[in-house]
């Protein structure tokens, strides 16, 4: 399986690493990075120094009761990372779901638009159908700032799918390849503790429409309820998580600690590949 992300053509015989930069000013895993665009390129340059075969960058915080940030200030911590990132090797994945950020992102050199809203704001699916950007659809069950307030669902693996399957077939419909779609379930988003549990029980059960499938557990509260840890010392855990929604068929793991990642996947490739 190859996913076309803009000029890159990445295999993805084993699961991929994408590094997390966050440059917003109030993320989660308080490794928000806004007021420092030179610390920023210096983390991403550092992922890719450990072995993160994409990156990740984000502008604008999506955790639990966040509030939006304008079009002018994304753009303003977003575009001189992207501009001093440019030919650093490997794919750069902007996470947006603004049509205007979208559109400047792929100007300033952008391989992939990862979508907590699945392409569903109005313009989003225009800006990016006719580029070659890759593109990460994700579920989200509500907005950031209200999505954790008592979400329900009857079979959260069954909702979840068949919600991504209805946004993949919208995608190719608009002539999107299916070979630039990834899927992301979106653990955390919109789901209490024993619905993101079921959905790594069963992740495997999202790679059946035929596409890969994104994983991204890294820090997040889910990990912290389990083992009563803080956001900070959450590493094991999130190497755990990655580790089993790797088993399950994830092809590519969204995470912060990309060295910590990469070391257990190479345990565990060479127990399959013996």
């Given at each position: 399986m190859l996913l076309r992300c803009g000029d890159h053509r990445l295999s993805l015989a084993r699961p991929l690493v994408m590094g997390i930069v966050n440059l917003t000013?109030?993320?989660?895993?308080?490794?928000?990075?806004?007021?420092?665009?030179?610390?920023?390129?210096?983390?991403?340059?550092?992922?890719?120094?450990?072995?993160?075969?994409?990156?990740?960058?984000?502008?604008?915080?999506?955790?639990?009761?966040?509030?939006?940030?304008?079009?002018?200030?994304?753009?303003?911590?977003?575009?001189?990372?992207?501009?001093?990132?440019?030919?650093?090797?490997?794919?750069?994945?902007?996470?947006?779901?603004?049509?205007?950020?979208?559109r400047a992102a792929l100007l300033h050199g952008a391989s992939m638009i990862n979508d907590i809203y699945a392409l569903r704001m109005p313009g989003a699916l225009a800006a990016v159908a006719d580029s070659d950007c890759a593109i990460c659809l994700m579920h989200m069950r509500g907005e950031p700032l209200t999505m954790q307030e008592n979400p329900v669902y009857t079979d959260v693996v069954t909702e979840v799918r068949d919600f991504l399957q209805s946004r993949v077939n919208l995608a190719r419909t608009a002539g999107i390849a299916s070979d630039r779609l990834v899927l992301d379930p979106g653990f955390g988003f919109g789901k209490a503790l024993h619905h993101?549990?079921?959905?790594?029980?069963?992740?495997?059960?999202?790679?059946?429409?035929?596409?890969?499938?994104?994983?991204?557990?890294?820090?997040?509260?889910?990990?912290?309820?389990?083992?009563?840890?803080?956001?900070?010392?959450?590493?094991?855990?999130?190497?755990?998580?990655?580790?089993?929604?790797?088993?399950?068929?994830?092809?590519?793991?969204?995470?912060?600690?990309?060295?910590?990642?990469?070391?257990?996947?190479?345990?565990?490739?060479?127990l399959e590949n013996q």
């Open positions: 000013a109030d993320s989660f895993s308080g490794d928000g990075l806004a007021s420092d665009t030179a610390k920023a390129i210096e983390h991403a340059h550092r992922q890719i120094g450990e072995g993160a075969e994409m990156l990740d960058i984000g502008a604008e915080s999506s955790r639990p009761g966040a509030v939006p940030t304008s079009v002018e200030v994304e753009l303003g911590r977003l575009l001189p990372v992207l501009d001093a990132l440019t030919g650093c090797g490997v794919p750069i994945s902007v996470d947006t779901y603004k049509p205007e950020v979208m993101n549990l079921e959905m790594l029980r069963r992740f495997a059960e999202f790679t059946v429409i035929g596409l890969p499938v994104l994983a991204g557990i890294s820090r997040k509260s889910m990990l912290g309820a389990i083992t009563s840890r803080t956001v900070e010392d959450r590493l094991a855990a999130s190497v755990a998580a990655a580790l089993l929604a790797a088993q399950r068929g994830a092809r590519l793991l969204r995470v912060h600690d990309v060295a910590q990642t990469r070391d257990a996947l190479a345990i565990w490739l060479a």
